[in-house]
């Protein structure tokens, strides 16, 4: 499946907006990115894809999983150049059990990418085709950064 890359683009915000939008409501956000040291090696290796890929996150500013994993792709961001662009302030539909985002205020694209749990973080390369996917938390024993970086050797 390819996905829009030029829609994604419009209808997100950069990881860099999120965590501005989210500081107010979630000073975890920015304290866990104040906290976190990348890997230097990683980050390097990661800078190499830039331009190639584009990395597509769900988030909200209640959710752990996000509050862990979220500010880290802004640093990574950051350090390497990655475009990460973040599809934000998702909320749960309480009065229907059958719909597990209320859209608004979660964005229409939770059921193009079938977001079941969040952050759900996707690489795209620039044809819009998934090279892979983590969702909640890397797994056990990789960081975040080099999890991305064994996804963006696919691309």
Known sequence: MRYDLEAIMRNSESVAEYLKSSE??????????????????????IKSYIGSTVVVVFSAEWCPDCFRNVPLLGLISEEAGLEVRVFGHLMRNVKDPDEKWAIPP??????????????????????????????????????????????????
């Open 24 to 45: 107010e409501k979630t000073p975890r956000f920015a304290e866990r990115k104040a906290a976190y040291k990348l890997n230097r090696e990683t980050i390097t290796k």
């Open 106 to 155: 979660s964005p229409p694209e939770v059921k193009t990418f079938n977001v079941i749990k969040i952050p759900l973080i996707i690489v795209l390369n620039k044809d819009g085709e998934k090279l892979g996917e983590i969702i909640e938390n890397p797994p056990e024993g990789i960081t975040l950064e080099k999890a991305l970086l064994d996804i963006l050797k696919k691309s």
